[in-house]
């Protein structure tokens, strides 16, 4: 009988350890340090957002130009295509004309 | 014929090309550099609008004078329109690939508009191709004109400003123009309208010359 309250007593000992333990764990530390950067942290939120990331980078390194010229070329060449037709479709008008 | 307008479109786009890719833009998160697809995006659903308006005009034209040439040019004009559309959604589908995630939705109502104003025009030609008296099909083809350019309007502009739209400037989302406040976008976004619907003018015109080439030596 004695025995058995011994296990039971140490049992019971080693358990509440146990939950005293987790009670450290869940519980944040008091520290100056901490509560600093919780007051930074809110202020941040509470302001704008982090600036979006745009191309500067891009930008900067001058591809930009690049693009805008690939662009105006693929353009100007549709623009082309449309003279082309353009002054074909006047000389088969002036020669439909002439016919008549 | 090389004319002022023509000469005006290709500048026009050219410097929307150049400034557009250049100039200062709102910062925003989710967009960031692809804003500036409005300056391009736009615009040719712009001109695909523009051209139906005119195709539409033509076919009232031609219920109340009976001019042929009035319904040529009201088909072409429908072509015009339709073939915008095909850059229109093409750009709006990468668009929506880089900012919504997906390249398709069935979900949004101006998406599902566009899809179905689309389809109206199709039937459009469909139902041209189906009767082949002259006089009659240009009657009966400006009537459904009419009535799909109406359908069109109400699919495309009013219906996704009544309901939950992902769409800028429809279903509660402001549109860009809320962002812009210091018009640096206006003034590449307004020439850029100017310069694409000039551009689909300018391909109607050359379309109208061809097909009137063509009816002449076909009916000579």
Not at chain 1, 65 to 93: N, P, Q, S, T
Request: aromatic letters at 14%; a positive charge; glycine letters at 4%.
């Amino acid at each position: 009988m004695q025995k058995m309250n011994k296990i039971i007593y140490l049992m019971v000992f080693v358990l509440s350890s146990f939950i005293g333990s987790a009670q450290e764990i869940n519980k944040p530390e008091p520290n100056v340090k901490d509560t600093l950067l919780t007051n930074l942290k809110n202020n941040a939120l509470s302001e704008a957002q982090p600036e979006p990331a745009m191309a500067d980078a891009f930008r900067s390194e001058g591809k930009i130009y690049v693009v805008i010229a690939v662009l105006v070329i693929i353009f100007l060449c549709i623009i082309g295509y449309l003279i082309y037709l353009d002054v074909k479709l006047r000389k088969i008008e002036n020669n439909t004309k002439e016919k008549l | 014929m090389i004319k002022w307008w023509k000469i005006l479109a290709a500048l026009i786009i050219v410097y929307t090309l150049i400034w557009g890719m250049l100039g200062p833009v709102p910062k925003l998160n989710i967009l960031y550099e692809t804003i500036r697809n409005v300056y391009y995006h736009v615009p040719i659903w712009f001109a695909m609008l523009f051209q139906m308006g005119f195709s539409v005009v033509c076919a009232v034209n031609y219920l109340y004078k009976s001019d042929l040439r009035s319904d040529l040019i009201s088909e072409q004009a429908a072509q015009v329109g339709l073939f915008f559309s095909l850059p229109g959604l093409l750009t709006g589908c990468m668009w929506a690939k880089f900012t919504w995630g997906t390249w398709w939705t069935f979900q949004d109502p101006k998406l599902n508009g566009v899809a179905i104003a689309i389809l109206i025009y199709l039937a459009y030609f469909i139902l041209r191709s189906s009767i082949t008296d002259e006089l009659k099909r240009a009657r009966i083809s400006a009537v459904y004109n009419i009535f799909a350019f109406v359908m069109m309007f109400v699919f495309i502009m009013i219906l996704p400003r009544l309901t939950d739209s992902l769409h800028p400037g429809n279903g509660n989302n402001p549109a860009f123009g809320k962002y812009d406040l210091d018009n640096h976008m206006r003034m590449v976004f307004y020439p850029a309208i100017i310069g694409w619907i000039l551009l689909s003018l300018w391909i109607l015109d050359i379309k109208k010359r061809i097909s009137i080439l063509k009816y002449n030596a076909e009916n000579e």
